[in-house]
């Protein structure tokens, strides 16, 4: 028998933890064979509430959930994590500026960088969901000199699965045929996804679709807008696809990309692509034996280039105002 994994959860009470826990808890994170232990961490007001979430963990039986715990004390809810799955943040507020939210994010995303720095298993992968993510996630791994820069990720998965399905409905393919396909730069209006490389039933996807009015008018702000659009016609943000997208992440990350495929994750960039060193942006990775690597040698034409550069000034520019504000 396998030793459980241990997984904390933050903002374990919002709605997209509500969405992740029971599958999290029911293989869907690392695989139908792992154990999972859970740790909730929670802010003080919520911890009643993720008290009832556990309570309905406990009455599913879950037969791979060994343990819950639930916390407002970051130290305690990283001790020992292997899978750090980093949703809790501060909502924007109306009337709040950028520079207020990156702030209150701060104040979040510093201490649980340090508590995982000086907690978290050897092997600890983190994730982070909770927005501005790309950049939060580069304050928490600012804050843990100690763990290996690469173990800190942003999510572009749901990006990235929004653009598949948004292809395929295109294409009238299915998900299952299209390959290849990639975001670039932040999570956010700004991101880029990319056609050029994608595959769709093993032929090129630009050249299959064939309508650059599409690309620019259609699909790429339909990828970029869709939160807004479910918000609109849900009445509530997208929870769900969230949360499953923070599964595909992990899942991949540990269990690897299927041959001639690849993903999407923000990381740290290493220079690659024209992306400045240490910001935290998303690529086309492959995974194989728990490590990512970033897919070289792509050729990036004009429309591509000028739509990276954009993204990346943007998570520049956010690099620069938490560092003017202290938290790098
Ligand atoms: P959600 O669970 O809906 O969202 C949590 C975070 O995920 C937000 O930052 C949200 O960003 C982000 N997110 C990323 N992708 C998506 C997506 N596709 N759709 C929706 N959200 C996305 O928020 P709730 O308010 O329901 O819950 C947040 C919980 O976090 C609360 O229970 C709160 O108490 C807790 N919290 C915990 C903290 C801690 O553990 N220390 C700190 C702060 C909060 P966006 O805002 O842009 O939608």
Redesign the pocket.
Known sequence: TRTPVNVTV??A?????YALLFRIASGHLLGADVPVKLRL???P??VKAAEGTAMELDDCAFPLLRGIEITDDAEVAFDGTNVALL??????AKGMERGDLLEANGG?FKPQGKAINDRAADDVRVLV???P?NTNALIAQAAAPDVPAERFTA?TR?DHNRAISQLAKKTGSAVSDIRKLTIWGNHSATQYPDIFHAEVAGKNAAETVSDEQWLADEFIPTVAKR?AAIIDARGA???A??ANAALDHVFTWVNGTPEGDWTSMGIPSDGSYGVPEGLISSFPVTCAGGAYEIVQGLEINDFSRGRIDSSVKELSEERDAVRGLGLL
């Open positions: 933050t903002g009470a919002g709605q997209i933890g961490l929670e802010i007001q919520a949703v809790g943040a501060r909502p924007r979040i969901v909770g927005n993510a999510m749901l939160g943000s997208s929870a696809s969230a």
